[in-house]
């Protein structure tokens, strides 16, 4: 019932010595390794080694919230992954057995020890354990050797992240007393455990943190604590990771609940970062997909960059967002109950809504000769998720998914690769369904 695309994977290879392939990053399809399975590092931590990018992740490939694997993928381009071994494996009659939890799996490096040092929420299935475990290996993907779980200096610990500072003092970020505060925690100079409190924030209730340090400033990212749903996450700044933080500023607009993700991790990038986030799919948890976007600073704080399409170019810490040609939907020819809406969150403030159940809209655009990224700008107007069909010069239909947009008509992307003929294509968006697709703002045909 997903989409099956082939998407990142794919990768020309130019020779021994190949130049840095540009390979698309697009938030929301779903993403494949190299051997063509669906990528399950939710939660994500990254470690660079070298050249090289390791993908921490929890393998939810059983659709289920309780403990499979600490996934391990490998990258040199941030967009072309390779699954290796397991990081960590579950270990009957302790508390990372397949009847617990293991969440939000971090690596970072201890110089002392030459030794991997593994961080993760430590929970029983109800999540009230509350704890960290700790686990440690001798290379970037171990497997690692598990060390314990327990509570950090006595107290909760769930959603979690670390921060290595270049002075390698290493801290856990972490939602305490029962989410209510954050505290960020040093830890000791083996990475092993924490030794005191830096700096908390009270009644915060903030989870799903990373830390980005820029010109000497850290910014602190989270989320709320809204369960499986997401919020609008928040960053804070601090000159001092012992506090004191600034009040909660957004990093994207606040009506898209972050694009509808929630932060894993944030990864720098040249004098930005990158934004790497979760869109969870809490019936389906194995489908829930990665949104990844541009977190630039060029407004003089951090703010998410909406691409659809776009690259990395982690050699020169630069990235590009991809162009596209915009087709509006109230330009198609609309049929059966298909209706022309107005409303001003939509571009030119139209759209075409009542699409399934009989209604359908069929858009014109020019395409290539080639699979092209093509972007549904939609709004569900409720609560629910929705999915349209999509055929292309009636072919048969590929089904997209709508995640819940909320009620009001905020407006979120979604993107499907198509095959498109050179020259004139007609898109058919909603035909042949018997429940109701998002209305239809716009489409964005990208060249690649
Ligand atoms: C972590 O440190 C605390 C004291 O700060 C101690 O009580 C606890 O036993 C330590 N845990 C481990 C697993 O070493
Ligand atoms: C947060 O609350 C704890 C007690 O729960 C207190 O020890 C600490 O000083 C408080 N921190 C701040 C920043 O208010
Ligand atoms: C498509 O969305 C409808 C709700 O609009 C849902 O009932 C149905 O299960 C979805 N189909 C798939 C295949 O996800």
Redesign the pocket.
């Known amino acids: 019932m997903h989409l099956r695309l082939p998407h990142l994977a794919l990768v020309s290879v130019l020779g021994a010595s190949a130049a840095h392939a540009q390979v698309d990053i697009v938030s929301g399809a779903r993403w494949t390794d190299t051997s063509g399975n669906t990528i399950q590092g939710h939660g994500a931590g990254i470690l660079k080694v070298g050249s090289t990018f390791y993908w921490f992740g929890e393998d939810k490939s059983a659709n289920s919230a309780l403990f499979k694997a600490v996934s391990c993928y490998t990258s040199t381009d941030l967009a072309t992954w390779t699954r290796q071994n397991d990081a960590l494996s579950p270990q009957s009659g302790t508390m990372i057995s397949t009847s617990n939890i293991l969440e939000r799996p971090k690596v970072i490096f201890n110089n002392k020890n030459q030794e991997y040092v593994m961080w993760f929420h430590s929970d029983t299935s109800s999540y009230g354990a509350a704890m960290v475990g ?1 686990a440690t290996a001798k290379s970037p993907c171990g497997p690692y050797t598990y ?2 779980s ?1 509570k ?3 107290a909760d610990s769930r959603d979690e992240g670390l921060f290595l500072d270049d002075d390698q003092t290493a801290y856990l970020l972490y939602a305490s007393d029962n989410n209510q505060d954050f505290k960020i925690s040093q830890l000791d100079s083996n990475y ?5 409190v830096a700096s908390a924030l009270n009644g915060s209730t903030l989870e799903a943190p990373g830390i980005v340090k820029r010109n000497g400033v850290y910014y602190l990212i989270a989320s709320h604590t809204s369960g499986w749903d997401p919020n609008p996450n928040k960053y804070f700044t601090s000159s001092s990771l012992h506090g004191t933080w600034s009040a909660q500023n957004d990093i994207a607009p606040p009506a898209t609940n972050t694009y509808f993700s929630q932060n894993a991790y944030d990864l720098p990038l040249g004098s930005n970062a990158i934004y790497m986030g979760d869109r969870w799919r809490p019936d389906l948890l194995g489908s829930s997909t990665y949104i990844w976007y541009p977190l630039d600073w060029s407004s003089g704080a951090p703010q998410i960059v909406h691409a659809d399409v776009w690259t990395v170019n982690v050699n020169a810490g630069t990235y590009s967002v991809a162009s596209g040609t915009t087709y509006e939907a109230e330009s198609g020819t609309r049929s059966g109950s298909a209706t022309l809406l107005t409303d001003s969150s939509f571009s030119g403030g139209k759209g075409v809504g009542y699409l399934g159940e009989g209604g359908s809209v069929a858009i014109t655009v020019q395409g290539q000769g080639k699979a092209q990224w093509v972007a549904l700008y939609y709004a569900n107007g409720d609560s629910t998720w929705r999915n349209t069909t999509v055929s292309v010069n009636g072919g048969s239909s590929v089904l997209v998914d709508q995640p819940n947009t909320g009620s009001g008509h905020v407006i979120l992307s979604m993107p499907v690769k198509l095959n498109l003929n050179q020259g004139s294509n007609t898109l058919t968006f909603g035909a042949g369904m018997s429940t109701y697709a998002g209305d239809l703002d716009k489409i964005i045909v990208y060249s690649s």
């Open positions: 700790v060390k314990g327990w950090p200096l006595g092993y455990n924490v030794t005191a």
